[in-house]
């Protein structure tokens, strides 16, 4: 039965029994976002770190079949990328919605690098596509030069979705003792 139009009081109290997110954005929403994108930014500093001081270091034994030629896809260096997605994983399951957001950007961060790095640099996938963009061209060119140094001293370009220019890697390499005989990555 038709009960004439709501009284402004009515009008506000209708009002204030909506969901809170059909009346104004939904602000966490979009910090989740920047958590999982500053997540992502910050792995690259994170993975740049570990490359250099602890896979050319103390983790040598394990990163070191990475640089050796090998048959087959998989080597003892997937071991890293195995922690990676277990830590992302774990995060993602385990954590609140904050630390969530940080596992999804850990776990994209292994996504693109398994991509970029395995399926574009080495070519470890059936399809072999090649770099023309001018980032992937720079990134493809600053990992041959990582791998073009031999054994895990000197070497150059530790990062991977930041790469130095190739005036500053030539420069890095003179100063380090230069080149090993050049050869395809492995
Ligand atoms: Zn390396
Ligand atoms: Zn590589």
Redesign the pocket.
């Given at each position: 039965m038709y009960q004439g139009h709501p009284t402004l009081m009515q009008f506000k109290t209708n009002q204030a029994i909506l969901p809170q997110s059909l009346c104004k954005p939904h602000p966490p929403m979009i910090a989740h976002l920047l958590i999982f994108l500053c997540t992502l930014v910050a792995m690259e500093g994170v993975g740049t770190l570990a490359?250099k001081y602890i896979?050319?270091g103390p983790g040598w034994w394990l990163?070191r079949s990475?640089?050796e030629a090998h048959l087959g896809t998989l080597e003892a260096n997937d071991v890293y990328l195995l922690a990676l997605a277990l830590a992302a994983i774990g995060l993602m399951v385990l954590g609140d919605p904050v630390v969530q957001c940080i596992g999804a950007g850990a776990a994209a961060y292994g996504v693109i690098y398994v991509v970029f790095h395995d399926g574009l640099v080495h070519r470890h996938w059936p399809v072999r596509p090649s770099p023309r963009h001018p980032y992937l061209l720079r990134l493809y060119q600053a990992h041959l030069m990582?791998?073009a140094i031999k054994g895990?001293r000197n070497?150059v370009s530790?990062g991977f979705l930041y790469a130095p220019s190739q005036a500053t890697l030539n420069a890095q390499v003179q100063a380090s003792g230069g080149l090993a005989p050049p050869g395809e990555a492995v």
């Open positions: 490359h896979m050319h990163h990475h640089h990582h791998h895990r070497s530790f």
